[in-house]
């Protein structure tokens, strides 16, 4: 098992800033795909961001740009900057460990962000 912690979510208003943290334990396996997925009210939830363990990053396009995912594979912890914060960045944001060619995927509890207008 793996958990995940995240930390650092908000109220802002429109273009401000704020940095997510998530911090994963338990059974780390090398081989790993961290991100950040975000949901917001009535909507499915979607991808912001992912990083691999060697550092390929890859983003979403209403989020390239303005974000930065980064990660510290000695913490196992992973980064989200969000900058240039728009009201429709407003959603629960979620941390998402993933095991590659496996099915072990695992998540945060969500961390709330609130962009004012």
């Known amino acids: 098992q793996v958990q995940l912690v995240e930390s650092g979510g908000g109220l802002v208003q429109a273009g401000g800033s704020l940095r997510l943290s998530c911090v994963a334990s338990?059974?780390?396996?090398?081989?790993?795909?961290m991100g950040w997925y975000r949901q917001a009210p009535g909507k499915q939830r979607e991808l912001v961001a992912t990083v691999t363990r060697g550092g390929t990053t890859n983003y979403s396009d209403s989020v390239k740009g303005r974000f930065t995912i980064s990660r510290d594979n000695a913490k196992n912890t992973v980064y989200l900057q969000m900058n240039s914060l728009k009201p429709e960045d407003t959603a629960v944001y979620y941390c998402?460990?993933?095991?590659?060619?496996?099915?072990?995927?695992?998540w945060g509890q969500g961390t709330q962000v609130t962009v004012s207008s």
């Open positions: 338990g059974s780390i396996f090398s081989n790993n795909v």
């Open positions: 998402n460990y993933a095991v590659l060619f496996t099915s072990r995927n695992y």
